[in-house]
């Protein structure tokens, strides 16, 4: 299992609150991702951050916006949420000194906004 | 734009069979990464691909990369019902971007 942790799990939310999903990683990765996943489809990029304040917006356009003040901490928030906004979102991390490519996964947050 | 497309959308099989998935993508590669879902869950790496490899295996993993064709199979052998999960191919980095761009993945279902 990868040391990458997201909270909370499930979150239920009515329309208009601010939320923050928040997602920490271990390993001393550079490299941090925040994808969005509806079910059965596939993942779109939102954010991403090379490493202590950089951000950057993905391929997918998103209300959220996101801080990188740590090396192990990359939280996404949603000023006002809205019922589109009802999602799974993941948060990823990659070492950018390995050429592995690889990126390790956080279980992901399923988000419902009501 | 979307780069890899799995097929089948979804697999049925019985424990013990063999599962073979397919992941086609549009542009040229460096390499390509298979990952596994759980229901529910994040996405595990499973392998990894360069674009000068033909063939890889990870135990009971086996994949093969076509770059004439654009085109990567995933085989599981003797498959068990643990196995049952989404499979996603990945594309990327490349050109200096450091994003992956996942398909729509394969839904794998082993029946005991």
């Known amino acids: 299992e990868a040391d990458i942790y997201q909270t909370p799990r499930y979150l239920v939310i009515g329309t208009g609150k601010k939320i923050t999903l928040e997602c920490s990683q271990t390993?001393?990765?550079?490299?941090m991702y925040w994808y969005q996943q509806d079910p059965g489809m596939e993942l779109h990029l939102i954010h991403y951050s090379y490493g202590v304040n950089s951000t950057e917006k993905g391929d997918l356009s998103s209300e959220s916006t996101v801080s990188r003040i740590r090396t192990e901490h990359f939280p996404l928030t949603l000023e006002s949420a809205r019922p589109s906004h009802t999602s799974q979102y993941l948060c990823?991390?990659?070492?950018?000194?390995?050429?592995?490519?690889?990126?390790?996964f956080g279980p992901g947050t399923r988000l419902t906004v009501t | 734009s979307q780069q890899g497309e799995e097929d089948p959308q979804a697999l049925s099989i019985q424990e013990g069979e063999n599962a073979t998935m397919n992941c086609s993508y549009k542009?040229?590669?460096?390499?390509l990464q298979w990952y596994r879902q759980n229901s529910g869950r994040g996405l595990v790496h499973l392998i990894l691909?360069?674009?000068?490899?033909r063939e890889k295996h990870s135990g009971r993993l086996r994949v093969t990369l076509d770059t004439s064709k654009k085109s990567s199979s995933l085989l599981i052998t003797a498959s068990r019902a643990a196995d049952t999960a989404s499979y996603f191919c990945a594309t990327g980095p490349q050109g200096g971007s450091e994003k992956l761009v996942f398909g729509k993945g394969t839904k794998l279902t082993v029946n005991p």
């Open positions: 990823a991390s990659s070492d950018l000194q390995a050429f592995s490519y690889e990126q390790y």
């Open positions: 542009t040229s590669i460096n390499n």
């Open positions: 390993m001393g990765h550079d490299k």
């Open positions: 691909i360069r674009s000068n490899e």
